[in-house]
């Protein structure tokens, strides 16, 4: 009396602990994507080139503004008509300096456009690899799913070997059947607990390698997800004409060509330096300024002494023009032309091989939904002969010409290639979002 309210005690409780199984869908999976190493890997790359963008930036637009303090001692001696007049200098004072850059030709608007297309470039790269994360995770959900699939059917197989054993064993403690007979169903329930293990180790792989891709601890769960199938409708040449046009890689490749063309336009330019300058001075104070064609920054200077002086109340002031002629350089002029002259023409064969394996990707992509269209068919015709053959064998058990066994085995072949639809549906679905990716698309 005690086992049996033991057994009903635990009969209640089952369906709770059934119900209580974490269940996960592919959105679930797709939600927990921000734990993933890959993604905050590329999220700090991408942080990364935006602090330094916004470095160049505050570099080249905001003007650079600091201040100097000074002290000078000494004396000066000066001779007017035969006599020496000494004066003792003791002067603190204090200097403002500013400068501003008024090109994007300078060096600065330089680093601000290397800078700008490193973040296009980090940005390209953490779209694309997200785009293949969310992709590698669906395949890796759906091989885990498929694998809790197999191992139902491997569970259905094993039951069926285990009962058509018991059921040999009598026919041959019967004298019915040869031990020929009685061996074949031994192998056969062998080779299903084979099969069953196998399926087992596959399915604890397949979340494993989920959960680590997610970052996530490993946790026993059941995955649900309905496998649904749109045929589409698809033009390699507008495939082609798209990709070209929108992806990640060959917009990356365009943005290291500008690079290296703005990089050989410095290179290449006039080593000449045309300056301007001109001086200001009254009462102690200083105001100087200059620009060049090399820098092209506006250079300001204030100088004023921080007690009074007696010095002269007449203003001073110069304007100078100077040019700047390089004579000897030691060839370094040259040789950054020449690295320039080098580096364009790689950007340059670099954008064309991206084209070039862009092209070639998508045809293989299309080839690929295209073999998987067809494998579709080929699974439903499959699918559709299981079913008719569960009819058969219905028709049959019910005349008395099979047993049970055999009906259940007809049922487990039919489950087998629902199976395979559907892995034939998730094959043709991935090859469209690997499509997609190289279109630049979702």
Do not use: H
């Amino acid at each position: 009396m005690r086992k049996i309210a033991i057994l009903l005690i635990m009969f209640l409780l089952s369906p709770k602990l059934v119900l209580s199984e974490e269940v996960w869908t592919l959105n679930d999976a797709l939600s927990a994507i921000n734990s993933a190493p890959e993604l905050k890997l590329l999220q700090a790359q991408l942080n990364s080139t935006e602090s330094k963008l916004k470095q160049a930036q505050s570099l080249f637009t905001t003007p650079r503004v600091t201040g100097n303090f000074g002290y000078s001692k000494g004396e000066s001696t000066e001779t007017y008509g035969g006599s020496t007049i000494t004066t003792t200098i003791d002067q603190p004072s204090a200097t403002l300096s500013l400068t501003y850059n008024l090109s994007e030709d300078s060096p600065a608007g330089t680093a601000l456009l290397s800078a700008r297309l490193a973040y296009y470039k980090a940005k390209n790269n953490y779209i694309n690899g997200l785009r293949n994360l969310r992709l590698k995770v669906t395949k890796q959900f759906f091989d885990a799913l498929f694998a809790q699939r197999q191992l139902s059917i491997a569970e259905k197989s094993l039951a069926l070997a285990e009962r058509q054993l018991k059921i040999a064993q009598d026919q041959f403690s019967k004298k019915a059947i040869t031990e020929s007979s009685l061996m074949d169903a031994q192998l056969a329930l062998k080779s299903s607990q084979l099969s069953y293990e196998s399926a087992k180790n596959n399915l604890r792989i397949a979340l494993l390698t989920l959960f680590n891709t997610l970052g996530i601890p490993y946790r026993d769960v059941i995955l649900k997800e309905e496998v649904s199938y749109t045929q589409s409708s698809l033009s390699l040449e507008e495939l082609i004409k798209e990709a070209l046009e929108n992806n990640l890689d060959i917009k990356n490749a365009q943005y290291s060509l500008v690079e290296a063309e703005r990089n050989y336009k410095d290179a290449t330019k006039s080593n000449i330096t045309l300056g301007l300058s001109g001086t200001y001075s009254i009462n102690g104070q200083n105001l100087r300024m200059g620009i060049d064609n090399q820098n092209y920054q506006l250079s300001l200077s204030y100088s004023f002494p921080l007690k009074s002086t007696s010095g002269s109340s007449s203003p001073d002031w110069t304007v100078a023009f100077t040019v700047s002629v390089p004579i000897i350089d030691g060839g370094s002029s040259n040789e950054s032309i020449k690295q320039a002259s080098l580096a364009l023409e790689q950007a340059k064969i670099n954008l064309d091989n991206t084209k070039k394996t862009v092209d070639l990707t998508v045809r293989q992509y299309y080839n690929a939904v295209m073999q998987a269209m067809a494998n579709i068919e080929k699974a439903q015709l499959n699918l559709q002969q299981k079913e008719l053959l569960v009819k058969n064998q219905e028709i049959r058990l019910n005349l008395g010409l099979i047993t049970q066994l055999d009906l259940e085995s007809a049922k487990i072949q039919r489950e087998q290639a629902m199976l395979e639809l559907d892995k034939a549906i998730v094959d043709y679905n991935i090859a469209l979002m690997q499509l997609n990716i190289v279109l630049g698309k979702e």
